[in-house]
């Protein structure tokens, strides 16, 4: 298969307890976006990034969550002191350039599902 | 200040029948839109998309027309079938600066026998 991999696909943690997740893009695609998706809502752009550089981060994003990318392949997203409100899906996409400019589709993941206690 | 808004949470269709999807949006800026389908556990899958300086997109039993003028976006799915039945989504993004995507709240699709 060689879609968008996230692992793990759930995660069940104590409130204050650091958790990471992992996304694998297509092979090919050099961005990488992460989401947040709640009950009722559509998903919430967090940051993204082409290759290793990360290019633009959500006011979403506090300072408790980090993202890598560091070889420009699969990212990280780290959340530390985890909260109930941090209880979410978080999706990952991958896009690759495309002719015309600035028209990439991005493909998701099957995301993960944190469950905070 | 939610810049993209499906107004209607859910639609009932008649398999056969034409679904018909809507999406509005506020921000004249955004300049590319695209309709996501998520099944429960999955991830959103890629449906068709739209250019804003095109008013009609057709991919198969899908297509898209875009208003600029109502800023208004629909998604028409026809003949409608029983897999349909998802939730949809619409999306939009603003300019070549930013390749962030902002979502609508999305519509349940179901579609009956």
């Known amino acids: 298969d060689t879609g968008v991999s996230q692992n793990p696909r759930h995660k069940i943690t104590k409130r204050g307890q650091n958790v990471t997740f992992r996304c694998d893009p297509i092979?090919?695609?050099?961005?990488l976006y992460w989401y947040r998706q709640t009950l009722g809502q559509g998903p919430e752009f967090l940051t993204y990034?082409?290759?290793?550089?990360?290019?633009?981060k959500s006011r979403l994003l506090s300072d408790r969550f980090s993202a890598e990318r560091p070889k420009g392949s699969f990212s990280t997203l780290e959340i530390q002191r985890t909260e109930q409100g941090d209880s979410a899906m978080y999706l990952c996409?991958?896009?690759?350039?495309?002719?015309?400019?600035?028209?990439?589709?991005?493909?998701f993941g099957p995301g993960t599902r944190l469950t905070v206690l | 200040d939610q810049q993209v808004k499906q107004n209607s949470p859910s639609l009932s269709v008649q398999e056969g029948r034409i679904s018909i999807l809507n999406c509005d949006y506020t921000n004249s800026m955004f300049d590319y839109f695209l309709w996501y389908k998520k099944y429960p556990a999955e991830g959103p899958t890629f449906l068709i998309s739209i250019s804003s300086i095109k008013d009609k997109n057709e991919d198969g039993r899908f297509t898209v027309f875009l208003n600029k003028s109502a800023k208004h976006l629909s998604l028409h799915i026809v003949p409608s079938q029983p897999g349909d039945s998802a939730v949809y989504f619409c999306?939009?993004?603003?300019?070549?600066?930013?390749?962030?995507?902002?979502f609508g709240t999305g519509t349940r699709l179901q579609v009956f026998p």
């Open positions: 996409a991958s896009s690759g350039r495309q002719v015309p400019q600035g028209t990439d589709t991005q493909y």
């Open positions: 990034f082409q290759n290793e550089a990360q290019l633009e």
């Open positions: 092979s090919e695609h050099n961005r």
């Open positions: 999306a939009a993004r603003r300019g070549y600066n930013t390749d962030k995507l902002i």
